[in-house]
């Protein structure tokens, strides 16, 4: 069994930037993912990245704001997220596949933290 616990998220201005972070305990996991659900709204598929960290998908809205990372010795991912904008105001949850593929669809991922809420003021 794998445990995520994702933190980092907060209120901020426009503009300005968070840090979340998503520490895993348990087994290896491998592909790693952020998603996000808003009020009324789906959850939406916001960053992929593969156990190596050479392979990373990102929601198209996102794509020069947002960055994913991890670090496997600490069996942690990040999303580094710059030039918030009111619509990127959700809850956001962190994900671990058991496959190395990388996936942007919620139903592919096996383990999820219990989200942390990011909310950006106009």
């Known amino acids: 069994q794998v445990q995520l616990v994702d933190s980092g998220g907060g209120l901020v201005q426009a503009g300005g930037s968070l840090r979340l972070s998503c520490a895993a305990s348990?087994?290896?996991?491998?592909?790693m993912g952020w998603f996000r659900q808003a009020p009324g709204k789906e959850r939406e598929f916001v960053a992929a990245?593969?156990?190596?960290?050479?392979?990373?998908s990102y929601l198209d809205s996102v794509k020069g704001r947002f960055t994913i990372s991890r670090e496997n010795a600490k069996n942690t991912v990040f999303l580094q997220m710059n030039s918030l904008k009111p619509e990127d105001t959700a809850v956001y949850y962190c994900?671990?596949?058991?496959?190395?593929?990388?996936?942007?669809?919620?139903?592919?991922?096996?383990?999820w933290g219990q989200g942390t809420q990011v909310t950006v003021s106009s």
């Open positions: 990245i593969s156990w190596s960290g050479d392979s990373t």
């Open positions: 994900a671990a596949a058991k496959t190395r593929l990388l996936f942007t669809t919620a139903g592919r991922y096996d383990y």
């Open positions: 348990g087994r290896t996991i491998s592909t």
